[in-house]
């Protein structure tokens, strides 16, 4: 019988202003190389509340699309009650954050990520200025 390994890993990124997307799937990868684990799962989660996290394919056409898909989700020049509240200018992107998800899952097999030819793991930068952005790692598996 297998035991259970728990890895645990941060990773801190560097963004720019929002939508910033950037790509961390081969430093996810070198994490489920780290962990020594040969199946289970990584599970990922940005901290804070002007972050995501999804998967895209990570060429520029994608990702200016999907820069354009958040701000229409979400457009920064609409009337929010955080504005109201906090003065910020950021209650877009906290709506933004919250529609994309703070966390995944990634299945581990064979000591991989099992991601598809075209698919990488990104995060996201919803906020109104630079962020260094903090992600929170575990693979579980054996």
Same mark, same amino acid.
């Given at each position: 019988?297998?035991?259970?390994?728990?890895?645990?890993?941060?990773?801190? *990124? &560097?963004?720019?202003?929002?939508?910033? *997307?950037?790509?961390?799937?081969?430093?996810?990868? =070198? #994490?489920?190389?780290q =962990?020594? +684990?040969?199946?289970? !799962?990584?599970?990922? =989660?940005?901290?804070?509340?002007? @972050? !995501? +996290?999804?998967? #895209?394919?990570?060429?520029?056409?994608?990702?200016?699309? %999907?820069?354009?898909?958040?701000?229409?989700?979400?457009?920064?020049?609409m009337?929010?009650?955080?504005?109201?509240?906090?003065?910020?200018?950021?209650?877009? &992107?906290?709506?933004?954050?919250?529609?994309?998800?703070? =966390?995944?899952?990634?299945?581990?097999?064979?000591?991989? %990520?099992?991601? @598809?030819?075209?698919?990488?793991?990104v995060? *996201?930068?919803?906020?109104?200025? !630079?962020?260094?952005?903090?992600?929170?790692?575990?693979? *579980?598996?054996?």
């Amino acid at each position: 019988m297998d035991v259970p390994i728990v890895y645990c890993d941060n990773l801190e *990124i &560097s963004f720019g202003v929002g939508p910033d *997307i950037v790509d961390i799937t081969d430093k996810l990868a =070198s #994490i489920v190389q780290q =962990s020594g +684990i040969e199946r289970g !799962s990584l599970h990922a =989660s940005v901290i804070g509340s002007t @972050g !995501s +996290i999804t998967t #895209i394919e990570y060429e520029p056409g994608v990702v200016e699309d %999907l820069k354009r898909a958040i701000e229409r989700l979400a457009p920064q020049t609409m009337d929010y009650e955080h504005e109201k509240a906090w003065h910020d200018g950021n209650g877009h &992107s906290h709506v933004q954050a919250a529609l994309l998800g703070p =966390s995944m899952v990634v299945p581990v097999r064979k000591a991989k %990520l099992a991601l @598809g030819t075209w698919q990488q793991v990104v995060v *996201i930068n919803h906020d109104n200025r !630079s962020r260094r952005r903090h992600v929170a790692v575990t693979v *579980i598996g054996t």
